[in-house]
């Protein structure tokens, strides 16, 4: 519509400029500049995203009829070129408004028309000439209002079309993401179990190893008890088996440890996976000189889960909680009963959790250690949620973490266990 009304202005000067005859060239000039005035300020709301008189679309329709009624009449009248400009003004309105409007501008001009005929009066020769603008003008108005009716409902297919296709971009990348996540997560728990099954690999190599020759020296340690020797000899060999006798449960404790995982789901005492969690993380240097206490409700009642899973998720967040402390720090280990879900808390007094880490926490490969994979943390969430459960924390920096693991209770008699138990954590 801007290039219309600009391409009418141009075209108006040069047919001023290109013509003779006029009744008055001078008011034809001016009220071509004052129609181009009318451009530049439809240009100006046109570059802010506006419409000028937008509100008063037959408004502008009057105006321009009576512009064209005036140019054509300080031209040459009804035979005048700018009568043509009808036609634009049509094409504009139907264009820019609706059919309706186009309509109503046609019988505006029609009339502005009319009156032009009656003020100039009909000369001989001219009779066929303003009906046959008005027949040309209702053609234009039909077709131009049929057309850009076309365009509109177009225009509003492809904008309903690109919504649609913005809406599935924005769900193929939504999914795209969860489908990235979810190998991620895939590939974290492969190099876990990975990293799990070479380290059962290793402890049962080295007990293989170290049993062999640990057996031979039981052996000698027994024979040599029972040739009698003198008091200070017996109690040098009676010592010396009590050590093979602890390596040797330790040695029993890795094959344990490193053989096959289960998994199937089976009733699990959580106490006894936590003794079993807390005999494996004894051999963890950083152990020593940390207090480790448990307690344990008396109405404690089994879970359903992977044994061998829910032994690795306590054994990573006591080792967790040993990083997390200094030397003669106190870890404690609870497990209770709570409508119905049993709950076996890990809390230590170490350092804390920044509050800038919190949200990161469970995220694969994330760590704050220089010796950790990033790993632990993420795969027991996996492992507890698969198993119907879930894993929670709380933490205050420089007054230490809880970590809570939640598993529904089975219905079953309570385990009756002593409460309050303490243990060195030194082996």
């Known amino acids: 519509m801007v290039k219309i009304r600009w391409f009418g202005i141009v075209m108006g000067y040069v047919l001023v400029q290109t013509r003779t005859g006029l009744h008055n060239p001078s008011a034809v000039r001016a009220f071509l ?80 028309l009319l009156a032009l005929a009656v003020e100039l009066g ?109 008091p200070y000899t017996a109690e040098k060999l009676g010592l010396a088996a009590q050590q093979l006798g602890r390596i040797q449960r330790t040695i029993r404790e890795l094959v344990d440890f490193s053989r096959p995982a289960s998994t199937a789901l089976a009733r699990v005492r959580p106490a006894e996976v936590v003794e079993e969690a ?63 879900w049993v709950m076996m808390v890990v809390e230590d007094e170490g350092r804390g959790i920044p509050e800038d880490h919190c949200s990161r926490l469970f995220q694969p490969f994330f760590t704050t250690k220089p010796h950790g994979t990033g790993l632990g943390l993420f795969v027991c969430r996996q492992i507890l949620e698969e198993m119907g459960g879930s894993l929670s924390f709380e933490s205050e920096v420089d007054r230490g973490s809880k970590f809570t693991v939640r598993l529904r209770a089975e219905h079953a008699e309570p385990i009756l266990l002593a409460a309050g138990s303490e243990r060195s954590a030194a082996p």
């Not at 003004?89 to 019988?107: H, M």
């Not at 040309?136 to 209002?145: E, G, H, L, N, Y």
């Not at 190893?209 to 640990?214: A, D, F, M, Q």
Request: proline share 3%.
């Open 33 to 112: 500049a004052l129609g181009a005035g009318y451009a530049a300020l439809d240009l100006a709301f046109y570059r802010m995203d506006e419409v000028f008189l937008k509100r008063w679309p037959l408004f502008v329709s009057l105006m321009e009829s009576i512009f064209i009624a005036l140019l054509c009449y300080h031209d040459t009248g009804l035979t005048s070129p700018f009568r043509w400009y009808y036609l634009l003004s049509l094409i504009c309105c139907a264009i820019r408004y609706r059919p309706t409007t186009a309509w109503l501008t046609l019988g505006i001009h029609c009339l502005s």
């Open 122 to 230: 009909i000369k001989p020769g001219e009779t066929s000439d303003w009906p046959l603008t008005l027949a040309i003008m209702a053609w234009a108005t039909w077709a131009s209002a049929s057309l850009a009716s076309i365009l509109k409902q177009t225009g509003a297919r492809l904008e309903h079309l690109n919504a649609e296709l913005e809406s599935h971009r924005v769900d193929l990348e939504r999914r795209v993401a969860e489908r990235t996540a979810a190998l991620r997560a895939s590939q974290a728990r492969e190099i876990q179990h990975e990293k799990m099954a070479a380290f059962g690999l290793l402890a049962a190599g080295i007990a293989h190893e170290v049993g062999n020759p640990l057996a031979a020296l039981s052996s000698l340690v027994q024979m040599l008890q029972r040739r009698g020797p003198d």
């Open 278 to 340: 807390l005999g494996i993380a004894k051999y963890y240097q950083r152990t020593k000189q940390r207090a480790i206490s448990t307690d344990f409700a008396s109405d404690l009642s089994p879970v359903r889960a992977v044994r061998d899973h829910l032994t690795q998720v306590v054994l990573n967040l006591v080792l967790n909680a040993i990083d997390a402390t200094e030397m003669g720090g106190r870890i404690h280990l609870e497990a209770k009963v709570d409508d119905g």
